[in-house]
Nanobody
Framework: QLQIVESGGGLVQPGGSLRLSCAAS????????IGWFRQVPGKEREGVSC????????YYGNSVKGRFTISRDNAKDTVYLQMNSLKPEDTAVYYC??????????????????????WGQGTQVTVSS
């Protein structure tokens, strides 16, 4: 059973940067679609980003385009979410999710045609002065 572990969250001032990491135990993230989500208490979960290495497809939510970058380090079997120019409204618990499929596109997950199979416990990101 694949277990997803996020790390890298914390407190940062507006305009600052953080890099979140998504790693796995009990298996590998290779040949998985990877998505990042965030959620604020009382609000719906928001899709932040997605990457599918087999076809190079990526996705960014409108609220993070141009500020966040998703990347994979296959040697370290880790997926990163580089977050720059952070704003207070980026404050949320960030979750990494993985699905053992490489034939779909990020839009398939964004539009709800498919669901990620594995989810992490989340890491808190707080943007505040």
């Amino acid at each position: 059973q694949l277990q997803i572990v996020e790390s890298g969250g914390g407190l940062v001032q507006p305009g600052g940067s953080l890099r979140l990491s998504c790693a796995a135990s009990g298996g590998s993230l290779h040949y998985h679609a990877i998505g990042w989500f965030r959620q604020v208490p009382g609000k719906e979960r928001e899709g932040v980003s997605c990457v599918i290495s087999s076809n190079g497809d990526t996705y960014y939510g409108n609220s993070v385009k141009g500020r966040f970058t998703i990347s994979r380090d296959n040697a370290k079997d880790t997926v990163y979410l580089q977050m720059n120019s952070l704003k207070p409204e980026d404050t949320a618990v960030y979750y990494c999710a993985a699905d053992p499929q490489t034939y779909y596109r990020c839009s398939d997950y964004v539009q709800g045609r498919y669901e990620y199979k594995y989810w992490g416990q989340g890491t808190q990101v707080t943007v505040s002065s």
